[in-house]
């Protein structure tokens, strides 16, 4: 996602402490959740290994008002092995021939999508992701089209949720309530079907923990918006 930064030293200089510590961190955990939904690498597996993305997760979390525990966020997996398991779970479907003498084949998609639009039978695949198309370009971002990925893909909601979370740190009017309106419209939905259909699975690693940590720090945020949109 294009003009979406990553960090929460990417506030405005003068930004005060006491408005911009929360969000910003906020929107530095969205961004590392981000990265963790998306195929591992070198970089992410040494982080999960020596225990410094667990590390990094639980200090950012101390400077919120949100009460989450800290996640377990280890692995002893070589980085093979976490590619497998992230293509099992996230991208690869299951395929069985049902009919040998005419080549029938009953397949199905991964176990748990890393799309919106998976969890939603109340709409269709169109609406979510213009919808998305329309609140990213409301706010002046865009999917990087090298991503190659559909507006609802969960990575791509995750950085713009940090977006936002670093909008309202910067103390932009009405930010609170546009994080809000983002969180029932798109990311709850799926931080909860994700971590549903993660909960079933029965070997999922530390993938697991990350689908766990994201429901429960999406509730968490939705709480306390709540709380500070009612009170403006």
């Given at each position: 996602?294009?003009?979406?930064?990553?960090?929460?030293?990417?506030?405005?200089?003068?930004?005060?402490?006491?408005?911009?510590?929360?969000?910003?961190?906020?929107?530095?955990?969205?961004?590392?959740?981000?990265?963790?939904?998306?195929?591992?690498?070198?970089?992410?597996?040494?982080?999960?290994?020596?225990?410094?993305?667990?590390?990094?997760?639980?200090?950012?979390?101390?400077?919120?008002?949100?009460?989450?525990?800290?996640?377990?966020?280890?692995?002893d997996e070589p980085l093979e092995e976490l590619c497998a398991l992230y293509n099992d779970l996230f991208v690869v479907g299951f395929s069985r021939t049902v009919d040998r003498t005419?080549?029938?084949?009953?397949?199905?998609?991964?176990?748990?999508?890393?799309?919106?639009?998976?969890?939603?039978?109340?709409?269709?695949?169109?609406?979510?992701?213009?919808?998305?198309?329309?609140?990213?370009?409301?706010?002046?971002?865009?999917?990087?089209?090298?991503?190659?990925?559909?507006?609802?893909?969960?990575?791509?909601?995750?950085?713009?949720?940090?977006?936002?979370?670093?909008?309202?740190?910067?103390?932009?009017?009405?930010?609170?309530?546009?994080?809000?309106?983002?969180?029932?419209?798109?990311?709850?939905?799926?931080?909860?079907?994700?971590?549903?259909?993660?909960?079933?699975?029965?070997?999922?690693?530390?993938?697991?923990?990350?689908?766990?940590?994201?429901?429960?720090?999406?509730?968490?945020?939705?709480?306390?918006?709540?709380?500070?949109?009612?009170?403006?």
């Amino acid at each position: 996602m294009r003009q979406v930064a990553e960090a929460p030293s990417d506030l405005p200089e003068g930004a005060p402490d006491r408005i911009a510590r929360d969000p910003g961190a906020r929107g530095a955990l969205y961004g590392l959740l981000a990265r963790c939904f998306r195929d591992p690498d070198e970089r992410l597996h040494a982080a999960l290994r020596d225990g410094s993305l667990e590390v990094e997760v639980a200090a950012l979390l101390d400077r919120t008002a949100l009460a989450v525990d800290p996640p377990s966020l280890r692995t002893d997996e070589p980085l093979e092995e976490l590619c497998a398991l992230y293509n099992d779970l996230f991208v690869v479907g299951f395929s069985r021939t049902v009919d040998r003498t005419d080549g029938t084949v009953d397949s199905e998609g991964p176990p748990v999508p890393l799309y919106e639009s998976a969890y939603r039978s109340d709409v269709s695949w169109s609406d979510v992701n213009l919808d998305l198309a329309r609140a990213y370009e409301h706010f002046g971002v865009e999917v990087d089209q090298s991503d190659r990925e559909h507006h609802d893909h969960l990575p791509l909601v995750l950085e713009f949720a940090g977006y936002l979370c670093r909008r309202e740190a910067a103390v932009e009017p009405d930010v609170a309530s546009a994080r809000l309106d983002f969180h029932d419209r798109h990311l709850r939905v799926g931080a909860a079907g994700v971590a549903e259909r993660m909960a079933a699975e029965p070997s999922p690693g530390v993938y697991g923990d990350v689908a766990d940590f994201l429901d429960r720090l999406t509730a968490a945020d939705v709480e306390r918006l709540a709380e500070q949109v009612g009170t403006n």
